[in-house]
Nanobody, 113 residues
Framework: QVQLVESGGGLVQPGGSLRLSCAAS????????MGWYRQAPGKQRELVAV???????NYADSVKGRFTISRDIAKNTVYLQMLSLKPEDTAVYHC???????WGQGTQVTVSS
């Protein structure tokens, strides 16, 4: 059973930055793609960014140029660097291996002045 644990969320002012981390309990990056998803109150969960097993990345249009997904295979950790944060980025952010049941518990990101 793989466990995913997110960290790094918090309260930040508009224009600020945060880096989220997702630590996996096992070596899954060579097996699965990994994604960051977010869900704001009253809204559907949306895919923010994904990194494939081969290392290719893709982003939602709303975060392109501001967010960067990366991974450290040796540390079994996926990151989401978020720059130029906006109030509309406020949500609970989860990491997830698409096509599997592996989800983290989520970390709250609040962008507010």
């Amino acid at each position: 059973q793989v466990q995913l644990v997110e960290s790094g969320g918090g309260l930040v002012q508009p224009g600020g930055s945060l880096r989220l981390s997702c630590a996996a309990s096992g070596r899954i990056f060579s097996i699965y793609d990994m994604g960051w998803y977010r869900q704001a109150p009253g809204k559907q969960r949306e895919l923010v960014a994904v990194i494939t097993r081969g290392g290719s990345t893709n982003y939602a249009d709303s975060v392109k140029g501001r967010f960067t997904i990366s991974r450290d295979i040796a540390k079994n950790t996926v990151y989401l660097q978020m720059l130029s944060l906006k109030p509309e980025d406020t949500a609970v952010y989860h990491c997830h291996a698409p096509g599997t049941e592996y989800w983290g518990q989520g970390t709250q990101v609040t962008v507010s002045s």
